[in-house]
């Protein structure tokens, strides 16, 4: 039998602690070993988290968009190495950033196209242009594109080809394949999930993935009663800590509304509202070699091959170290476990997954059968405090 | 022949050969499947080494120590990446030393702080320093003066020694080399500050009560002095001496005979407990300890390969070091015939263990001699233990 004892105390201790909520479910083989609800969904309204909320997912949408990319993958939809420009023609000319000695930066065409591998495995290039966590990003690239996107962002709502289309024009910060630089992949992925699919991304998915998985509590988009199972979007006010008194505020509706809305009306592409039990079910697919239910969604083999680092030990070292990512390599769209001594990660070398900006984590443990999904929402998200405790106190109550 | 008699032969044979007495347990599933005593607790009044003997423990006081602190660790009461100035303020501003290119050792500030992790790997920078002794390193040298006010004062406790080893600096850059020592009075210190108590309690409450370890204590209490091995010097012509008395003086009850983190006693049967948990992912008896998966990290391997140099030596061949054990990464170049990921500890008075969860075996061996001859008795005992394995 095991015993969760301890992760309920460390999840009631997050609460205690000032953050707002948060929920957590372990399944193994198809089996929820623990679930459970912390805190409060809306404070000011004392309404309890319950398995009915939902949570911003951000770029925990990740591993949902890039799985369905790689079941295109095994269905022989593209093949890795793919120019981009197949696809979007706009890209066929890609220049990128070359800095001089005396600093000067050279724009200069690239020698080989983005591949689809790049825009898979991060390595094309591209950051994103807009706040990160806390800071804004800072990065020439990223400087040129928040330039070029200038006119778009302007409107009110843009598409994510037209996005995509402008970005297009942006010289990349290295030669594709190079390096490994969080961001614009993202989108460029999702365009493609578009192309092939022939719909909106946000649609692929919910047919690729969230339906045939009973994720009926999931999507992209606003939809039935999500909008008022919705937890308030707490954010942290500048200069208070977590645990202050009055340190929470809510930011006004329509900053929300640019991250969340029916389908059609957030620019771009738009990222996921789903909850613990949703994504559990998902994550338990990945961890046990793509059968939900009996149901086969994707290839064991093809889930092996996602989880496979792709980045050389030279990429880890400079692009993918810092204390939250320590011990991982990165595969295609999710982080796998390499090294758990200096990841002081008591899960299994091959565990995989990816962490939401707004404070959602989850990870597969395919020689376990075991998924981890863990949610709270609040900006800045404070992951390393939280993730990596809930992770090793999570792993440790396995029997 | 049984083949356990080869182990009985052997054990025969140590004491034939002129160790006072030892003790050997192996466990298998919780099954106790060798169980052998040998020689004299005391030598002139002809007492034997039995079940009820107790042994000084010295370093293998890691296993608990270390296995305590994974048990915090995924309680989430720290990250591995914590720096160890949150814990204890006065290790701030670390300093190491450099060797210059004229020759010069100067010291300069780390790059970066001592961790969590560099404590729990041996990986800090500080050696042990336990006497006034000349030497000529430097980093005992700084050490020394750290720790003459104390060593003055006759006796300190455990929060004292952290402090006022806190000013001397390391001998390379905080995780970057293995060096064996002073990282575990830092590790004992850290359980007092996460549990705000004294590390026995904690020891008491996290492992001795729940794994029926009644014998297992750093203080004397009932009978437990009676039925101490005695503790021999081996001569250079090969007699054995007494000389408990100076080395045992740390376990009378009395904060006068208080010297940092005190090491623990035990028999065979009570670490035995200790390392079938380790051995069966972390449950004894039904009751869960500790985490599987906690203890697999635990047992990983943290070494590169220049602190797999600074590790290795004729008897830790074919291991590399986790977080506070040794962890067998290589059979063919440690000659040993265990499982790889079989982990566990020495003792400076002669006592070993280790645990293979591969097997579900734990073995605990003791015996309490200065020199301990570790090379001689702990190898050869190690294979004829594995041998046995059915």
């Not at chain 1, 200038?150 to 030669?175: C, D, G, H, M, N």
């Not at chain 1, 390499?338 to 707004?358: I, K, L, P």
């Not at chain 2, 020891?203 to 029926?212: G, I, R, V």
């Not at chain 2, 263990?353 to 001699?369: F, G, T």
Request: aromatic share 12%.
């Amino acid at each position: 039998m095991s015993d969760f004892k301890h992760l309920d105390q460390l999840l009631h201790n997050f609460v205690e602690d000032g953050l707002p909520g948060c929920s957590c479910i372990i399944a193994k083989r198809g089996e929820i070993l623990y679930e459970n609800y912390f805190g409060w969904a809306d404070i000011e309204c004392r309404k309890p988290l319950t398995r009915q909320h939902v949570f911003r997912q951000a770029s925990l949408t990740k591993i949902a968009m890039y799985t369905v990319a790689i079941m295109m993958y095994e269905q022989g939809r593209f093949l890795m190495s793919d120019p981009l420009y197949e696809y979007f023609p706009e890209w066929r000319n890609s220049t990128k950033m070359v800095c001089r000695e005396n600093g000067d930066v050279d724009i200069v065409p690239v020698e080989h196209p983005i591949t689809i591998k790049h825009i898979l495995n991060m390595t094309c290039g591209l950051p994103y242009d807009m706040i990160m966590g806390d800071s804004p990003v800072q990065h020439p690239t990223s400087h040129a594109m928040a330039k070029a996107m200038a006119p778009l962002r302007e409107k009110a709502y843009y598409t994510l080809r037209e996005q995509i289309r402008v970005i297009s024009q942006v010289p990349l910060a290295f030669e594709p394949g190079t390096r490994w630089l969080y961001g614009f992949a993202s989108e460029l992925t999702a365009g493609l999930l578009e192309v092939i699919g022939g719909k909106p991304a946000e649609q692929v998915i919910r047919d690729m993935l969230f339906e045939p998985l009973d994720m009926h509590s999931s999507a992209n988009y606003t939809f039935g009663d999500i909008q008022e199972r919705l937890v308030k979007n707490y954010h942290i006010k500048s200069g208070k800590k977590l645990g202050d008194h009055d340190a929470l505020m809510i930011p006004p509706a329509e900053r929300d509304a640019k991250f969340v809305g029916p389908l059609g009306t957030v620019p771009g592409f738009s990222r996921v509202i789903t909850n613990c039990r949703d994504y559990t079910k998902f994550m338990q697919m990945l961890a046990n070699g793509g059968v939900y239910n009996g149901r086969h969604i994707l290839g064991r083999k093809t889930i092996d091959l996602m989880r496979t680092n792709t980045l050389t030990d030279k990429m880890i070292r400079e692009d993918f170290t810092n204390s939250y990512l320590a011990g991982y390599g990165y595969g295609y769209g999710v982080r796998t476990l390499m090294d758990s001594y200096t990841g002081q990660h008591n899960g299994s070398v091959g565990a995989f997954g990816w962490t939401g900006g707004s404070g959602t984590w989850a990870e597969a443990d395919p020689s376990e059968g075991v998924s981890i999904v863990y949610m709270h929402n609040l900006q800045p998200n404070l992951e390393e405090y939280h993730h990596l405790r809930m992770r090793a106190t999570a792993y440790g109550c396995l029997e | 022949m049984a083949i356990n008699s080869y182990l009985d032969m052997l054990l025969k044979d140590f004491i034939d050969g002129g160790l006072p007495g030892c003790a050997l347990q192996i466990t298998q599933k919780s099954k106790t499947i060798y169980e052998g005593y040998f020689g004299y607790s005391d030598i002139e009044k002809k007492i034997p080494v039995t079940n009820l003997s107790v042994f000084r423990q010295a370093s293998m006081s890691k296993i608990p120590l270390y296995t305590t602190l994974m048990i915090l660790y995924e309680r989430g009461r720290f990250l591995m990446n914590d720096p160890i100035y949150k814990y204890f303020p006065e290790w701030k501003d670390t300093r190491k030393y450099v060797k210059e290119s004229n020759g010069y050792v100067k010291a300069v500030p780390t790059e970066g702080p001592i961790t969590v992790r560099d404590i729990l790997s041996m990986k800090c920078g500080l050696p042990y320093c336990h006497s006034p002794s000349k030497t000529e390193n430097h980093t005992i040298q700084a050490m020394q003066a750290c720790m003459q006010p104390l060593w003055d004062k006759g006796h300190y406790t455990l929060r004292e020694h952290t402090a006022a080893m806190s000013q001397g600096p390391l001998a390379f850059e905080p995780g970057s080399h293995w060096i064996y020592g002073f990282a575990s009075e830092l590790s004992a210190g850290l359980i007092e500050v996460l549990c705000d108590k004294p590390i026995d309690d904690v020891f008491q409450e996290l492992l001795f009560d729940p794994l029926e370890m009644h014998d297992t204590r750093s203080h004397y209490f009932g009978d437990i002095r009676d039925r101490m091995v005695g503790l021999y010097r081996k001569t250079p012509d090969c007699k054995l001496e007494p000389c408990n008395s100076i080395l045992d003086a740390k376990h009378l009850p009395g904060p006068e005979n208080e010297a940092g983190w005190a090491r623990l006693f035990s028999t065979v049967n009570d670490f035995s407990k200790l390392m079938q948990m380790l051995a069966n992912g972390g449950v004894y008896n039904g009751v869960r300890i500790m985490g599987r998966k906690t203890i697999d990290l635990m047992r990983t391997n943290g070494l590169n390969e220049v602190q797999q140099r600074d590790f290795e030596d004729n008897y830790n061949a074919g291991y590399g070091y986790g977080y506070g054990v040794r962890t067998l990464t290589d059979r063919n170049k440690g000659n040993h015939n265990g499982s790889p990921g079989a982990f566990g500890w020495t003792g400076g008075f002669g006592t070993w263990c280790e645990a293979d969860p591969a097997e579900e075996v734990s073995i605990v061996y003791m015996h309490n001699m200065i020199p301990n001859e570790e090379v001689y008795y702990h190898l050869r005992m190690r294979n004829a233990a594995y041998g046995c394995i059915k």
